[in-house]
């Protein structure tokens, strides 16, 4: 019965200690990622240059890949003189798999974002797929690869935007032809203006 019990410990242990370490990488890449997603949309140059390998690569929806230079040149780009502001960006169903060094992350995501040009225009919002691959190198982890997808624009999303803008629009035109707004034109009974 000792022998059996020490077998069943022997065989045992190997399989445990493995679920422990898949759990603490497991915990290393999920705090990896928090940090990494608030350093992209924060720009955090002196971040991604210690998060992206020097073979890292991202291609994205437009069929386009990028290396490390040219990822760092953006972000440096937009650090100075930012083209839009990353109002919220939600990762969710996130799915970590960590097989040794190595991590594979999948999540959906959704964007909403201003342009730095037209602040006052409403906000854009986006929505896709991401993929990212991580490496344990020297002890911490890095991105060696990623990328995103976009999900296209409905029609009906577009002319809902487009009725908007044209509303605004008028009424925009309304009050700068007046000086009153379209509400209190109505109520002034100024149908000329109005028309």
Not at 13 to 18: L, Q, S, V
Not at 113 to 126: G, L
């Amino acid at each position: 019965m000792k022998y059996l019990m020490r077998c069943l410990v022997l065989a045992v242990t190997p399989a445990c200690a493995a679920l422990a370490q898949d759990g603490k990488a497991d915990r290393e890449v999920r705090l990896f990622l928090a940090h990494y997603e608030n350093a992209v949309p924060a720009r955090d140059i002196e971040f991604l240059e210690r998060a992206l390998t020097d073979d890292y690569v991202r291609s994205g929806s437009d069929g386009k890949s990028t290396n490390r230079a040219q990822a760092l040149k953006y972000f440096r780009q937009q650090r100075a003189n930012p083209t839009f502001k990353t109002n919220t960006l939600k990762h969710e169903n996130q799915k970590v798999r960590v097989i040794g060094a190595m991590a594979v992350v999948t999540n959906d995501w959704t964007a909403q974002t201003t342009s730095t040009a037209s602040p006052d225009v409403e906000p854009t919002t986006d929505r896709g797929r991401y993929t990212g691959v991580f490496e344990k190198r020297n002890g911490r982890w890095m991105a060696l690869a990623e990328h995103d997808s976009e999900q296209l624009h409905d029609d009906t999303g577009m002319v809902a935007g487009v009725v908007r803008a044209s509303r605004d629009y008028n009424a925009l035109r309304m009050r700068l032809r007046s000086g009153r707004s379209p509400g209190e034109l109505q109520a002034a009974g100024d149908l000329a203006t109005l028309n």
